[in-house]
Antibody, heavy 118, light 107 residues
Framework: EVQLVESGGGLVKPGGSLRLSCAAS????????MIWVRQAPGKGLEWVSS????????YYADSVKGRFTISRDDANNSLYLQMNSLRAEDTAVYYC???????????WGQGTLVTVSS | DIQMTQSPSTLSASVGDRVTITCGAS??????LAWYQQKPGKAPKLLIY???LLESGVPSRFSGSGSGTEFTLTISSLQPDDFATYYC?????????FGQGTKVEIK
């Protein structure tokens, strides 16, 4: 069974940093593009960043470019999101998801809440 | 960036109704469109991919159609479990843009 489990969320002050993790199991993690999606309270879904297999291609939304860094550790089946210079508007539930080639996001984690507030 | 626009934003319907949600893209995305269902406090769930292909395990009352810039999600006979928010998403480009969502409420 495919499982994605996020961790690392919490309360952080504006300008602070946080590192999110996503532990994957039940599939060959190294073969898949992975993605972070966030959802602000009461709002819709927003793509944040994606990383291809072998980390060959990395992309960021304009809203986080230069502040967030996505990475992966295929040996430990883990995906990461390093978030620096956090702003109030980064407050959201952050989901990691698996990209099924040509078929959308077929597996999602349960999400981890990041709250940026003084 | 490609913009995705869904309509309506909210839809009130009864059990058994046929429901249609539309999604428009600001430029052609061929058939690279997915639909997701999200319930409160839960992660989204993939329903349809490549505009019209049903994800494994999804009931056949869900269907998708369209290509280019206009797409629809149809629920042929609304069931109690279907009251949720639905999102379209393009994956023609790397930016994976979502529509703003359509909330299906009980009438």
């Amino acid at each position: 069974e495919v499982q994605l489990v996020e961790s690392g969320g919490g309360l952080v002050k504006p300008g602070g940093s946080l590192r999110l993790s996503c532990a994957a199991s039940g599939f060959t993690f190294s073969s898949y593009t992975m993605i972070w999606v966030r959802q602000a309270p009461g709002k819709g879904l927003e793509w944040v960043s994606s990383i291809s297999s072998s980390s060959s291609y990395i992309y960021y939304a304009d809203s986080v470019k230069g502040r967030f860094t996505i990475s992966r550790d295929d040996a430990n089946n883990s995906l990461y999101l390093q978030m620096n210079s956090l702003r109030a508007e980064d407050t959201a539930v952050y989901y990691c998801a698996r990209v099924q080639d040509l078929a959308g996001l077929d597996s999602w984690g349960q999400g981890t809440l990041v709250t940026v507030s003084s | 960036d490609i913009q995705m626009t869904q309509s309506p934003s909210t839809l009130s319907a009864s059990v058994g109704d046929r429901v249609t949600i539309t999604c428009g893209a600001s430029q052609s995305i061929s058939s690279w469109l997915a639909w997701y269902q999200q319930k409160p406090g839960k992660a989204p769930k993939l329903l349809i991919y490549k505009a019209s292909l049903l994800e494994s395990g999804v009931p056949s009352r869900f269907s998708g159609s369209g290509s280019g810039t206009e797409f629809t999600l149809t629920i042929s006979s609304l069931q109690p479990d279907d009251f949720a928010t639905y999102y379209c998403q393009q994956y023609y480009t790397y930016s994976w843009t979502f529509g703003q969502g359509t909330k299906v409420e009980i009438k």
